[in-house]
């Protein structure tokens, strides 16, 4: 199995990243695939999605997640109709699964230059203070990531990335971080997780 990455996290929490090498056909091996399955599975149009895909439902059958209860809410995203809470990712050659007794937010993202200039767009006030930071690749990443992962813990639509979530100041190759979202004149607090790997890296968010 090609999973370059296995964790548990907080005891109860399971992390699991997946290279993806394999074609198409090969990721379908052992796989059962519900009709609703099958049929999100067609609407992805290109390769590089349709393995993503496949990836995920590998990762969750190696957690011992049957087909049926992996579902789809209204707005897409997973959930698990046992009651455990579910989040995914993927990007290019990468997918992951985080698995949790409690809400989870999980995001990766590859490093590539283009999103210095996009950086402006999402970034907070209070996260472009330090220019040279505010400027890098990897940091840069690693602050997206991170406020994808609280944008799928917290999962209300609509929130604004550079306005109503922010990310505490974090040093290269720190592994614990915070994060909070502004919503409604309260602020919530939530504990990142940092994993760095060679081209990409990825942010898990626990309450």
């Known amino acids: 199995m090609p999973n370059c990455h296995r964790e548990t ?8 990243v997946w290279k993806i090498t394999e074609t198409e056909a090969e990721l379908r091996q052992g796989l059962t695939l519900s009709p609703e399955a099958l049929e ?3 609407q992805r149009r290109s390769e590089v999605h349709r393995k993503g895909y496949l990836a995920i439902r590998q990762l969750l059958k190696e957690l011992e997640i049957a087909p049926q209860m992996h579902q789809y809410d209204s707005e897409g995203a997973p959930f698990l109709t046992d009651g455990r809470f579910l989040s995914i990712s993927h990007t290019k ?6 698995l949790s007794p409690t809400a989870v937010g999980v995001d990766l993202e590859h490093y590539q230059e283009k999103i210095i200039k996009i950086g402006p767009r999402f970034l907070h006030q209070n996260e472009s203070t330090d220019h040279q930071k505010a400027t890098q690749m990897e940091y840069l990443t690693q602050i997206w990531t991170a406020k994808e ?10 929130l604004h990335f550079n306005t109503q979530l922010c990310i505490a100041p974090f040093q290269k190759n720190d592994a614990i971080g915070s994060g909070t979202v502004l919503d409604a004149k309260q602020t919530h607090r939530y504990q990142l997780h940092y994993r760095y790997f060679e081209d990409f890296c990825l942010t898990l968010a626990t309450p």
């Open 9 to 16: 996290i907080e005891e109860s929490i399971q992390l699991r």
């Open 93 to 98: 050659d990468v997918a992951a699964v985080a």
């Open 149 to 158: 992962a609280l944008y799928k813990l917290y999962r209300k639509p609509g």
């Open 40 to 42: 999100r599975l067609s």
